[in-house]
């Protein structure tokens, strides 16, 4: 005998009655771990059975037993032979019968993209309200603040302001120095072909002034702080820290987004003016190892060829993008509700849109400080 | 105490009905989770709130506190509305009551001391340093924790001692309207047998009301002076445990008499013969 589940049908042809209904005698084992194979076959039988016997089977468990019960009851049999434990067995799977699936219906391909297009338009449309909804409670929180000074949590501000500023010193000035690097060796290598290789000075000291400085630094913030916002925010949803706090009656809005929005605005001024200063620097370094300008020559031409203007256009754009790049964390965090997967979803979306919103916006500065005369 | 936010008198407000929800509506998308519910709490009482799972317990709770915007109804804390208000909205009311989540929900950035303190800052920013430290101090060990408890952050807690802290800041502003979420749940049985105390003995000594969520029969008949059932998107009775005993409705009896619900009935009456023994005894001493 083998170690599988096994059947078979016995016609019980010796009492002479007309109907062919057989017996189905189950043998072997019928546990969850054997009975996969038969009970595929025995979906598929198509003879007439009348009973089903259990007296040859040896051990059975819940999913046995549900099997036999679902065998019996597609032929409208009788059950016979059971122990004492298949009884009980039978008596459990009897009453737990339903014919609920347990994943929710899923609808055809030609249904469901409809759906799922309808279904993201529908998102799209709310968050955009949503946005609009946060800015709103935003410009209430610092309009109730500008008329109370004294619920700006200065405290709150100083504390990110180091978060978002001060420790990031390092990644973003080694960030900009390499870029800096890596801007001036492949400009010189270029403008060597037409022997204007002191245009390097120009090169790095005005598109890290005007663009690089500020995009890749709001890059970098949008990584290190948006995120963070985002995720911080989004556990204190999750936790009811938001929640409590809403009962004690402080508005979140004013004490952890007001914070952290002015403390990204403020420090991307600073950072991304940093940043550009250290990538001069990098492409100093460059031109003075392999292009024989010296350092100090460098820096005193950058003064000469960059226009102040290069200066504002990076300074007037750094305080949008750390707006941007705050916005998006804090609203991000204040939408996570549930489950922990979407602190994970938001963070993501928190960091994609900054920085895309960032790189939309660095594009229209652009043309339209080119067009106001700033080229 | 509480100053009237307008008068700036000290009131102690002796309303009969210190909460009153009237024809509460709540729906999620097209799950109506509170259909035309309505449930008066009276002062001074320790009201139980018990339902099965999904019945809007802490909906209910959340539309109270003003986290949740019904969709129809209103709902009065002290006499003022909470659904017309804004959600952050000063109304006079939130320095009158005090929350504990199920979770304790502290703030993971601040030590205990310092959640505790959080409300008293936001509420009276006058008081000196000193005595906020004094105040945090005697909170926590009101609520039942250790003195050192108090400098320590909610991540260096357990369970138990996140729920006795935020329990400690819920008091901060000795309210007079205390809502606990589950607070015995995920206790084990000494520490959720002390909570309960804690309680009673909090009702009875600051003469708080207490809106109490929980499944935790010990606590419905140890402490609860009313217990709300709810059930079929409704409150379908409130009462004393007598009282919904007499009522029919099946899910109140099964509730009640139900294995757990014997045991708790058995070990109450057992605590009430001791009580009576007890008490006799001490009689018989009288000279």
């Known amino acids: ?375 | 105490m509480a100053r009237d936010p307008e008068t700036g008198e000290i009131a102690r407000f002796d309303r009969e009905f210190p909460i009153e929800v009237d024809g509460l509506v709540n729906r999620f998308g097209d799950q109506t989770v509170h259909d035309n519910l309505t449930l008066h709490v009276r002062q001074g009482e320790i009201l139980g709130v018990v339902g099965g799972s999904g019945t809007g317990k802490s909906v209910l709770m959340r539309s109270i506190i003003g986290l949740q915007r019904p969709a129809e109804g209103n709902i009065d804390v002290f006499g003022h509305s909470i659904t017309d208000a804004e959600p952050d909205e000063e109304i006079g009311v939130r320095s009158r009551w005090g929350v504990l989540f199920q979770g304790g929900a502290l703030f993971s950035t601040l030590t205990v001391g310092e959640n505790v303190q959080v409300p008293l800052k936001q509420f009276y920013p006058d008081i000196d340093r000193s005595l906020l430290a004094d105040i945090a101090r005697y909170k926590v060990l009101l609520s039942g924790l250790p003195e050192e408890a108090v400098n320590k952050y909610p991540a260096e807690l357990s369970g138990g001692m996140k729920k006795r802290a935020g329990l400690a800041r819920a008091l901060a502003l000795d309210p007079e309207l205390l809502f606990l979420d589950e607070p015995t749940a995920g206790l084990d049985p000494i520490g959720a047998a002390r909570f309960d105390q804690l309680t009673k003995e909090l009702k009875e000594t600051l003469g708080l009301t207490v809106f109490l969520i929980t499944h935790d029969l010990d606590t419905l008949y140890e402490i609860c002076d009313r217990v709300a059932v709810l059930a079929d998107k409704q409150v379908i009775a409130v009462g004393t445990i007598p009282e919904l005993l007499a009522t029919d409705h099946p899910w109140i009896q099964e509730y009640f008499n139900g294995p757990r619900g014997r045991a708790a009935q058995a070990s109450q009456a057992r605590e009430e013969r001791r009580a009576a023994t007890s008490r006799s005894r001490s009689m018989d001493k009288r000279p």
């Open chain 1, 1 to 375: 005998m083998s170690d599988g589940a096994e059947y078979r049908i016995e016609t019980d042809a010796a009492d002479g009655s007309d109907d062919n209904a057989g017996r189905l005698v189950l043998s072997g084992p019928y546990l969850v771990s054997t009975v996969g194979r038969t009970e595929r076959e025995l979906r598929k039988l198509d003879a007439d059975i009348s009973a089903v016997d259990l007296s040859e089977v040896d051990h059975i468990d819940t999913v046995g037993a549900w099997v036999a019960c679902q065998i019996a009851a597609r032929h409208d049999a009788e059950i016979t032979g059971a122990s004492e434990q298949a009884q009980r067995l039978l008596g459990a799977v009897e009453t737990a019968g339903n014919e609920a699936e347990i994943r929710p219906e899923r609808h055809p391909v030609w249904e469901r993209v409809p759906e799922h297009v309808g279904d993201l338009m529908r998102q799209l449309f709310f968050g955009i309200i949503g946005v609009i909804g946060f800015l709103g409670q935003i410009l209430v929180a610092a309009g109730a603040i500008i008329r109370h000074p004294s619920r700006f949590r200065a405290k709150a501000f100083v504390r990110q302001l180091e978060l978002v500023g001060v420790s990031a010193l390092p990644i973003v000035g080694l960030m900009s120095f390499l870029i800096g690097i890596v801007i001036a060796q492949q400009g010189a290598a270029q403008l060597q072909q037409f022997g204007a290789e002191s245009l390097t000075v120009n090169l790095v000291g005005r598109i890290t002034l005007r663009e690089l400085g500020v995009l890749m630094t709001a890059i970098m913030v949008a990584g290190r702080s948006g995120s963070a916002f985002a995720a911080q925010i989004g556990t204190m949803k999750l936790t009811e820290e938001i929640d409590a706090m809403r009962t004690i009656g402080i508005s979140p809005i004013e004490a952890l987004v007001i914070p952290r929005i002015l403390a990204s605005t403020f420090m991307m001024v600073l950072l991304g003016f940093y940043a550009s200063i250290m990538a001069i620097i990098g492409g100093a370094v460059v031109a003075d190892v392999s292009l024989g300008i010296p350092f100090l020559t460098f820096l005193e031409r950058v003064k000469d060829v960059v226009p102040t203007y290069d200066l504002w256009v990076g300074l007037i754009k750094a305080p949008v993008f750390g707006l941007i790049v705050g916005m998006a964390g804090c609203y991000n965090g204040m939408q996570v509700q549930g489950d922990s997967e979407q602190v994970g979803r938001r963070t993501t979306q928190a960091v994609v849109s900054a920085i895309f919103m960032v790189i939309v916006l660095d594009a229209f500065f652009a043309v339209f400080f080119t067009e106001i005369g700033w080229g």
